[in-house]
Nanobody, 125 residues
């Protein structure tokens, strides 16, 4: 059974950095688009943060994180990353990675069919 497991969340001061990782089990990781979403507060709709195509040649970002966050992937390690710099209090959320069965980056949450359990990111002084 394919699973996605996020790690790397935590508490960081405004202006600080964190790198999230999402490790995927299974042999077909490299065939899929991967995305990062966030949700805050609980019950609010999940917001697209960043996405990357299967080869890493195409990426997309939410306007609110452009220039601060970078998504990347290492298909040899079945892992996708989200480097988050210049963090702001409004970045506080539970961050989820997800998989989409598509050749092109998707931004709608309902186009992703597999989700991790989430990792909490808190930006506060």
């Amino acid at each position: 059974q394919v699973q996605l497991v996020e790690s790397g969340g935590g508490l960081v001061q405004p202006g600080g950095s964190l790198r999230l990782s999402c490790a995927a089990s299974g042999r077909t990781f490299s065939n899929f688009v991967m995305g990062w979403f966030r949700q805050a507060p609980p019950g609010k709709e999940r917001e697209f943060v960043a996405g990357i195509n299967w080869s890493g040649s195409s990426t997309a970002y939410a306007e609110s994180v452009k220039g601060r966050f970078t998504i990347s992937r290492d298909n040899t390690k079945n892992t996708v990353y989200l480097q988050m710099n210049s963090l702001k209090p409004e970045d506080t959320a539970v961050y989820y990675c997800a998989r989409a069965r598509n050749l092109f980056v998707r931004i709608a949450a309902d186009e992703y069919d597999l989700w991790g359990q989430g990792t909490q990111v808190t930006v506060s002084s």
